[in-house]
């Protein structure tokens, strides 16, 4: 549980890889198109992301997820099967990031 607590305890959803969280996300909520530096390529040009609200089932936490387009889409076909409580998994790190979204509820 403290893992848990470490992760939820700033702003930002930053998953650890290898981990499984459980978290909520309401579909009537808006998501927020970003551009921030953090994300610039080696060339410099800014990605654009995609910032959701999340719920974690397991603590009541609030944070924001700023997702890339592809992770954004794969959430987006989630909620649109009618799930809002998802299981998300992150696998890598830095730009070698994916992640396995499963709806459960």
């Known amino acids: 549980m403290i893992t848990l607590s470490l ?24 998501v927020e198109m970003i551009k921030n530096e953090r994300f610039a390529d080696k060339n410099g040009y800014i990605l654009t992301r995609f910032e959701f ?20 889409k794969q959430i987006t076909d989630i909620l649109g099967m009618g799930y809002t409580v998802m299981e998300v998994t992150r696998h890598g790190t830095d730009r070698s990031t994916v992640y396995s979204i499963k709806g459960v509820q």
């Open 7 to 30: 992760t939820t305890s700033g702003n930002f959803f930053k998953p650890v890889d290898g981990k499984t969280y459980v978290i909520r996300i309401n579909p009537e909520d808006p």
């Open 53 to 72: 609200s999340i719920t974690h089932i397991e603590n009541g936490a609030q944070q924001k997820w700023a997702v890339s387009k592809t992770v954004c």
